[in-house]
């Protein structure tokens, strides 16, 4: 497949995608429903490249990601391919001058993360990682009351991400091996997620962690296994408030539940990612169940807020909304709460603080990063 596509108007935001998978349809329907153009497809193989090209309706197909990463006709790369292969890809991308959109892990290591989030603010480039459950209206509804003071000091953290698509030993995947998905696979991947909702809700980060990990097999369909199926760890925050966080990719039943707990002196708060359009108060002397409704919202969720209440909205749209921020922010817009590669750099020295947490058997480790 090698014929372009006119492009649609001046301004229009021309996009690459490296990968075909499920992350890269995702991509692509936000890409479009935020009006830019994908122009061009690269995976693995040039045979690859084609099939992916025709699934996800690209210009064309590239035989190779130099090919697709040195395309004149192309503003962002969104790079949707292995863990490990996300460092080198993204920084290849800065280097030609593109934007850049990196699923996450952004990296494998801290400091590779670092360089990247380096590279990109002295190229003056838009460079953003998918932590899109900051996109639920309902979580910037929770961040709102949070900055507002409504829920008074924070206390105590109760959050977890809970998955089952690896419970049994016959399920397997290119992220349970290192080599090919990083050191740490459920904190890097869905943990990472659970630290940054956090962060951004309450407004602070995490200071200090105890961790714990477990691998509970050795083998995966007849291959060796040497990164964790389940995460247990306990924070502290800057204001001194502490919190458990649970993280497993083998809890039967939860296919991705994601939930943030929050109690404060006044109020508590509990947002549940399989129930987006709610919002939980609670208070001594009663509790409400708040619903999304963009006419009483506050205005950073009402922005986010596609259509009226009553009309359920969900994941695609979180992400619809992210890529439109990212596209608002390549055309010169500031888009309030971003997560950029300064926001992977950081998840990137969460996960490294777990694992050596984790390695000296729990170790209290302090975050500096």
Same mark, same amino acid.
């Given at each position: 497949?090698?014929?372009?596509?006119?492009?649609?108007?001046?301004?229009?935001? #021309?996009?690459?995608?490296?990968?075909?998978?499920?992350?890269?349809?995702?991509?692509?329907?936000?890409?479009?429903?935020?009006?830019?153009?994908?122009?061009a497809v690269a995976t693995r193989s040039r045979e690859g490249s084609r099939d992916a090209a025709l699934a996800?309706?690209?210009?064309?197909?590239?035989?190779?990601?130099?090919?697709?990463?040195?395309?004149?006709?192309?503003?962002?790369?969104?790079?949707?391919?292995? /863990?490990?292969?996300?460092? %080198?890809?993204?920084?290849?991308?800065? /280097?030609?001058?593109?934007?850049?959109v990196c699923e996450k892990p952004l990296a494998t290591t801290a400091q590779d993360a670092k360089v990247l989030a380096e590279t990109a603010e002295a190229r003056g480039l838009v460079a953003a990682v998918p932590f899109i459950y900051r996109y639920h209206p309902m979580v910037r509804e929770a961040r709102a009351r949070i900055a507002r003071g409504e829920a008074g000091d924070l206390l105590t953290l109760d959050c977890s991400y809970l998955q089952d698509w690896m419970l049994l030993s016959s399920d397997d995947d290119w992220r349970v091996r290192s080599e090919s998905g990083g050191a740490s696979r459920a904190f890097a991947d869905i943990g990472s997620h659970l630290c940054d909702l956090i962060e951004f809700v309450i407004g602070e980060r995490i200071h200090a962690l105890s961790a714990r990990t477990r691998r509970v097999f050795s083998e995966r369909s007849g291959q060796s296994v040497d990164t964790e199926d389940i995460v &247990?760890?306990?924070? %502290?925050?800057?204001?001194? &408030?502490?919190?458990?966080?649970?993280?497993?990719?083998?809890?039967?039943? #939860?296919? /991705?539940?994601?939930?943030? %707990?929050?109690?404060?002196? #006044?109020?508590?708060?509990?947002?549940?990612? %399989?129930?987006?359009?709610?919002?939980?108060?609670?208070m001594r002397e009663e509790s409400r169940l708040l619903l999304r409704d963009p006419a009483t919202a506050d205005p950073d969720s009402a922005r986010l807020q596609r259509v009226p209440a009553g009309h359920p909205m969900g994941y695609q749209d979180a992400f619809n909304s992210f890529i439109a921020d990212v596209y608002a922010a390549i055309a010169g817009a500031e888009p309030d709460g971003l997560p950029t590669f300064a926001d992977g750099y950081r998840s990137a020295v969460l996960t490294e603080a777990v694992l050596a947490s984790a390695a000296d058997g729990g170790r209290w480790v302090e975050v500096t990063a």
């Open positions: 497949m090698t014929t372009d596509v006119t492009d649609t108007g001046l301004g229009t935001i #021309r996009a690459g995608i490296l990968g075909g998978g499920f992350m890269a349809r995702v991509h692509r329907t936000a890409a479009r429903d935020a009006g830019g153009e994908l122009r996800l309706g690209a210009g064309r197909a590239e035989s190779d990601a130099a090919g697709l990463l040195t395309a004149a006709d192309i503003d962002v790369v969104h790079i949707c391919t292995p /863990n490990a292969t996300h460092a %080198e890809l993204a920084l290849q991308a800065l /280097n030609a001058g593109k934007h850049v &247990a760890v306990l924070v %502290e925050t800057e204001s001194g &408030a502490l919190g458990t966080l649970l993280i497993s990719q083998m809890a039967a039943g #939860r296919k /991705n539940a994601l939930t943030l %707990e929050l109690h404060g002196s #006044r109020q508590s708060l509990r947002f549940e990612q %399989e129930r987006p359009e709610e919002l939980w108060i609670g």
